[in-house]
């Protein structure tokens, strides 16, 4: 969930999340009780959606350590390319497809908000999640087309 640029940006500090700060996801929380759990370590992902409500708070705040530990071991690269200059600004859950406690694998369709500047935009995925060692990650996005 990162966009490409050619041309490297100036350097911006990652967004600084407090614990009582909104959490990016969407939910009606605080960052603290919300994603916040999640990030630390305190508390697991129990459905797809929700570990991708927390990645994407994760990109939000360039969680890179978290991104790397809830993304599968076949697809996962080696560090996330943050674009400074990018701030992802709200996320739109669209549909889920199983992804629940008794399910193996489910998928997120979702928009994601970014503002870089004046440009605003989003980005529309359909995201597939797998259980690896009893654990959601994410797998990868599958193709819209």
């Given at each position: 969930?990162?966009?490409?640029?050619?041309?490297?940006?100036?350097?911006?500090?990652?967004?600084?999340?407090?614990?009582?700060?909104?959490?990016?996801?969407?939910?009606?929380a605080a960052y603290g009780d919300?994603?916040?759990?999640?990030h630390r370590g305190t508390a697991?992902?129990?459905?797809?959606?929700?570990?991708?409500?927390?990645?994407?708070?994760?990109?939000?705040?360039?969680?890179?350590?978290?991104?790397?530990?809830?993304?599968?071991?076949?697809?996962?690269?080696?560090?996330?390319?943050?674009?400074?200059?990018?701030?992802?600004?709200?996320?739109?859950?669209?549909?889920?497809?199983?992804?629940?406690?008794?399910?193996?694998?489910?998928?997120?369709?979702?928009?994601?908000?970014?503002?870089?500047?004046?440009?605003?935009?989003?980005?529309?995925?359909?995201?597939?999640?797998?259980?690896?060692?009893?654990?959601?990650?994410?797998?990868?996005?599958?193709?819209?087309?």
């Amino acid at each position: 969930m990162s966009r490409r640029r050619s041309a490297p940006r100036s350097a911006a500090p990652a967004p600084r999340l407090l614990p009582s700060s909104p959490c990016p996801c969407g939910l009606p929380a605080a960052y603290g009780d919300c994603c916040g759990r999640l990030h630390r370590g305190t508390a697991a992902a129990g459905t797809a959606e929700s570990l991708m409500r927390s990645r994407f708070s994760a990109f939000a705040a360039q969680d890179e350590a978290y991104l790397l530990r809830t993304w599968h071991p076949d697809t996962r690269p080696d560090s996330v390319d943050f674009d400074p200059a990018l701030r992802w600004t709200r996320l739109e859950v669209v549909s889920t497809t199983e992804g629940g406690a008794f399910h193996a694998e489910g998928t997120v369709a979702f928009r994601a908000y970014w503002t870089e500047g004046r440009e605003e935009g989003v980005l529309t995925e359909h995201s597939r999640f797998v259980r690896h060692e009893g654990a959601w990650v994410y797998l990868d996005a599958l193709s819209l087309g």
